[in-house]
């Protein structure tokens, strides 16, 4: 038994714990949406914070990920953990989003990189990665990476996204 214990192997176990809930029935079919579905939780930062919004196939919200709170103008970002929440909830889509609290929404260079790296990583997870946002302070205020030109999402617009994730099935071995 002694054996055992000191040669065996832990089980683990992963699973999502709710905690504050947003909740929508209505599918997220713009930037805009997006951005007014959480913008009431988040308008008010006072540092970089990333989050991930999971969404069903048919573009329902899932839940909403905090995967990084940084500091004034900075908040590190790994693959690895903006993936996590997305995995576990069986998401097969996700729109990034991250704020500049100085109000400025012009994306940096390091928002490009990161937002064409975790599109390049969902896309190997079958995750894909709608667009990548940045918000800012003031209510309903926005940049979409994705409409400024700055990430490729097959050439396809949201009205061509939706109506793909109505009539595509899911591919099956």
């Given amino acids: 038994m002694e054996d055992q214990e000191k040669n065996g192997l832990n089980i683990v176990r992963v699973k999502v714990v709710p905690g504050l809930r ?9 930037a805009e949406e997006a ?6 939780q988040f308008k008010d930062l006072d540092r ?3 989050m991930v ?33 997305s995995l576990l909830s069986n998401a097969s889509r996700c729109l990034i989003i991250h704020n500049h609290p100085s109000g400025s929404l012009s ?9 064409n790296r975790l ?26 990476l994705r409409q400024e030109g700055y990430m490729n999402v097959d050439g396809m617009n949201w009205n061509e996204l939706e109506r793909a994730a109505e009539s595509t099935p899911e591919q099956t071995l």
């Fill in 119 to 144: 599109a390049s990583a969902g896309k190997l997870l079958g995750i894909e990665v709608m667009d990548s946002l940045i918000i800012g302070p003031e209510e309903h205020t926005l940049v979409s």
């Fill in 22 to 30: 947003l909740m929508s029935d209505s599918p997220v079919t713009s």
């Fill in 48 to 50: 970089e914070v990333f």
């Fill in 35 to 40: 951005v007014d579905f959480i913008t009431c």
């Fill in 53 to 85: 919004l999971n969404l069903a196939a048919d573009m329902r919200v899932i839940n909403l990920d905090i995967c990084s709170v940084g500091t004034l103008n900075y908040a590190c970002v790994h693959p690895r953990e903006v993936f996590k929440s």
């Fill in 107 to 115: 994306p940096s260079q390091q928002d490009i990189d990161v937002t």
